[in-house]
């Protein structure tokens, strides 16, 4: 079986991000660009299915401009077997994402689609239901456990209120939560070995996918700031603060 | 433009988040419609009737709607979307597992997380882990969001109910099927709504601990428990107890940060709380910034200090 991974560049974990004082965006310009940290917790479990002999080739796909290959470079050194690029310079929104990423199934016809839940820029948490919709397949999405049956997979979900199991028909559409696994961390020699790995290229022409926006962004702006309040010197000023200040307790 | 909100319930009971979707929806238009789609859920659609606002309830009562597949879930939505301009439904799990397949299949975009409605197109919602405001004008026919339900009061109940209308139910797609839940047990009130949260992190340093330490102060407070990435990845407490960026998002008039360092994914669950006490031996902790009071003090010796302190 044929495992397929979407991967998204995204703005490291650790920066800070500054919107831009025109509210055109955020500042991308000498930014920390990582890959996802959903991803990777995704790219992991799909390794981890082809060293159990559960899966036969691990299949990267990132979606965007010119340098998301090199987050396709870093799912190779991690294990990926190919990856492949839609490449546009366009701005991608989740539906589009996801309708690329149903033409690629297409052609690749993968028995597992294993995303991240959530991307960490656009926090939009859509596509890989998106995806499973276009393809008609069935979701199981924040998984925190997979188990690999016969024609189907058993996924503990995150859920509101606990952990909720349930079985999915293959294939089909997963999307990962935190507690998943603990991706490893890519070693010198697979990054070397990552660069002679295939990479092939497409764009949404090709695929004969649309993807121009739906939403259109008005303005970016700065969230109102808290401000830092008093440093309490004990717990008495503590509490009297909260009842006579605060008035909360 | 008439308004559909997908309603989360438990069958007998609206969830709370529902009420805060419907306000929401009214924000949009005067009147709305509620879809209320599960198994016995007679209880929950009636108690949606009875809401200001609500002007019509559509019921779908069947076993495969029990569980809240989204597969079924969603293709029911799309069957009964015919007229709608919008489509909403609440950023839980539960909303944010469904939304995105019913926007899909309509081919139609879908905008998480709104936290406010400047026009019947015109939304504002977080994204960057909240450092950022994005607002969007939604282009397609159909708008469908999901709504932050701390971002809006809740809707309440009127004089009169609405019509509740039986929808018949859509086939069981059997794309997947509901195996088991675990939930998690806690006599706390629910993280999402509660007045006032505590929040271990890891500075707690054991799930014994956390109990031992955080229960008699949130038992004392009334208040639920909450918990960092940190704590959760170690073990402490269930997942559903995180609150952050990719956690649980809370606002209660109080949330006291007990060991936690205030990382922006934290910030992004708690940062719209109207007091923040952070108590935290590092002077530096980034959580000091955003915090109302800020005690620096070692929590084995502050925490028991302050029940003690509640108690007089
Ligand atoms: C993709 C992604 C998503 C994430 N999502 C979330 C999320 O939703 N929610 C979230 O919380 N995090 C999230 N994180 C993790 C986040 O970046 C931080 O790592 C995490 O919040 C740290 O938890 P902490 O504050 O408990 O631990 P630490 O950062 O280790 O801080 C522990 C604090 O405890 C204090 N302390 C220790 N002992 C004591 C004591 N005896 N008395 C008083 N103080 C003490 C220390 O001074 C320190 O400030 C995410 C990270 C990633 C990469
Ligand atoms: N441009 C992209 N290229 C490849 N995968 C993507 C892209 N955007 C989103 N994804 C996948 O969809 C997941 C959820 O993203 P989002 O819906 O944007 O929060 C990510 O974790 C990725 O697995």
């Known amino acids: 079986m044929k495992v397929m991974v979407p991967v998204k560049r995204v703005v490291d974990y650790n920066v800070k991000i500054r919107v831009r004082p025109d509210e055109s965006g955020v500042e991308l310009d000498g930014v920390k660009m990582s890959m996802n940290p959903f991803d990777e917790i995704a790219v992991e479990e799909a390794i981890r299915l082809r060293e159990a002999g559960l899966a036969s080739e691990v299949v990267a796909v990132s979606c965007g401009p010119e340098p998301c290959q090199e987050t396709l470079r870093t799912a190779l050194a991690l294990g990926a077997d190919r990856a492949l690029l839609v490449e546009t310079a366009q701005t991608l929104q989740p539906l589009a994402v996801a309708r690329l990423l149903a033409a690629v199934c297409e052609r690749e016809s993968p028995g597992l689609v294993i995303c991240g839940k959530q991307a960490i820029d656009d926090d939009a948490n859509q596509t890989g239901q998106m995806l499973a919709a276009r393809m008609g397949w069935a979701q199981a999405t924040f998984a925190s456990k997979l188990v690999l049956g016969d024609g189907c997979a058993e996924v503990t979900r995150e859920v509101d209120g606990g952990l909720e199991t349930i079985s999915v028909q293959l294939p089909a559409v997963i999307t990962t939560d935190l507690r998943l696994n603990e991706p490893r961390y890519a070693t010198l020699p697979n990054i070397m070995k990552a660069r002679k790995k295939p990479l092939d290229r497409v764009t949404p022409e090709e695929l004969a996918v649309d993807v121009s926006p739906r939403l259109q962004v008005l303005r970016v702006s700065e969230p109102p700031k808290r401000r830092a309040g008093e440093r309490v010197p004990d717990v008495a000023t503590l509490v009297e603060r909260l009842r006579n200040q605060a008035k909360v307790i | ?312």
């Open chain 2, 1 to 312: 433009m008439s308004v559909l909100v997908i309603a989360e319930h438990d069958n007998q009971r609206l969830r709370p988040v529902t009420l805060a979707t419907i306000a929401a929806a009214l924000q949009i238009e005067p009147s709305v419609e509620v879809l209320v789609a599960g198994s016995a859920c007679s209880a929950a659609a009636e108690e949606a009737a009875c809401l200001t606002g609500v002007s019509r309830v559509r019921c779908a009562d069947a076993s495969h709607y029990e569980h809240e597949l989204a597969e079924n879930l969603a293709a029911l939505v799309v069957a009964n979307a015919a007229g709608y301009s919008h489509l909403l439904a609440p950023a839980s799990t539960f909303g944010k597992n469904l939304m995105p397949r019913v926007a899909a299949l309509l081919d139609v975009a879908q905008l998480s997380d709104v936290s406010a409605i400047e026009a019947a197109d015109t939304f504002v919602h977080p994204i960057y882990a909240g450092n950022a405001l994005e607002t969007v004008r939604c282009l397609d026919a159909v708008k469908v969001l999901t709504i932050r339900p701390t971002a809006f009061d809740a809707a309440v109940p009127g004089n009169s109910a609405a019509p509740v209308e039986h929808l018949p139910a859509g086939p069981d797609l059997a794309l997947s099927r509901f195996v088991s839940r675990e939930t998690s047990a806690s006599d706390r009130p629910e993280l999402g709504s509660a007045r006032v949260v505590v929040s271990g992190g890891r500075g707690l340093g054991s799930a014994d601990n956390f109990h031992a330490v955080l229960t008699p102060l949130a038992e004392r407070l009334g208040a639920a428990l909450g918990a960092s990435r940190a704590a959760v990845d170690a073990g402490f407490v269930p997942n559903d107890w995180q609150v952050g960026q990719t956690g649980k998002i809370v606002a209660p008039e109080l949330y006291v940060a007990v060991a936690i360092s205030g990382a922006i994914q934290h910030l992004a669950g708690m940062k719209e709380s109207r007091v923040i006490v952070a108590i935290n031996k590092d002077p530096d902790a980034a959580i000091f910034q955003v915090a109302d009071y800020g005690l620096v003090a070692d929590l084995f010796d502050a925490v028991p200090e302050l029940v003690d302190a509640l108690a007089r």
